[in-house]
């Protein structure tokens, strides 16, 4: 059999290169809709239409909505890496370096909304649902987007137990229970609203600021780190 002509072989490589810009270019079309409106508003069609295409070509590219949301969020999770890393290497005590992680990643959240709705929305799908939705490619980047943001996280508690400052039986747990936690208290500092009751069965609504949130989950995250 006949090897591919260098031609051919040039021709595969420039299909290819056309091929990831025009994901590129969706993927920042999405990010755009996303931050503008909103995920639940960002459609499909929008998408399309910013980018100069028809839906059908968005579909080439993309197994779907959920792998395009998916890939989408990746680009938040990059974004927020570099965030908490920049958190870490500014502060040499770990207790420091814990609440600047933290604050990093509230801070995150509240500048990009859309960012909190899209992780949100996949962490309601279960594994095996994911991947029937998604590529197994687009699955694993975005695992790797989400490994390396608690990565960081997790480093941070592990030099803690390693210094005697933290009692953290299983430091990869406690930063995944951080990370979830913490989405769904952003989504509390979104929302500005705390509900308590005044007597036995009557409620009452409060408020409550970004700034209280990003407080309480700064100590949350220092109690249980820390918690003998």
């Known amino acids: 059999m006949s090897s591919p002509t260098p031609e051919t072989d040039g021709r595969r490589s420039a299909a290819a290169v056309r ?12 990010r755009a809709l996303f931050d503008e409106r909103g995920v639940r508003d960002a459609q499909i069609e929008d998408v399309a239409k910013a980018v100069g295409i028809n839906r059908a ?25 570099e965030a908490l890393t920049r958190a870490t290497e500014a502060h040499e ?40 939705e998604m590529s197994e490619s687009a699955l694993f980047r975005l695992g790797r987007g989400i490994s390396g943001c608690l990565a960081t996280l997790t480093a941070a508690l592990q030099a803690g137990v390693d210094s ?8 990869t747990l406690l930063a995944n229970t951080l990370y979830a936690s913490g989405l769904g208290a952003l989504q509390l500092a979104r929302v500005g609203i705390l509900v308590t009751e005044v007597a036995p069965g009557i409620p009452t609504v409060g408020e409550i600021s970004p700034q209280q949130v990003k407080e309480y989950l700064v100590a949350s995250a220092l109690a249980l780190a820390e918690k003998r």
């Open 164 to 171: 005697g400052e933290f009692t953290v039986a299983d430091p």
């Open 93 to 132: 005590d770990v207790r420091e370096r814990l609440q600047a992680i933290v604050g990093a990643f509230v801070d995150y959240g509240l500048q990009y909304p859309a960012f909190i709705d899209c992780a949100q929305t996949l962490m309601r799908r279960s594994g095996p649902e994911l991947l029937d």
């Open 19 to 30: 091929r990831r810009a025009r994901e590129r270019e969706i993927l920042a079309a999405t």
């Open 57 to 81: 070509i968005v579909y080439r590219h993309f197994t779907g909505k959920e792998e395009l949301f998916a890939l989408t969020l990746v680009g938040y999770l990059d974004e927020l890496r």
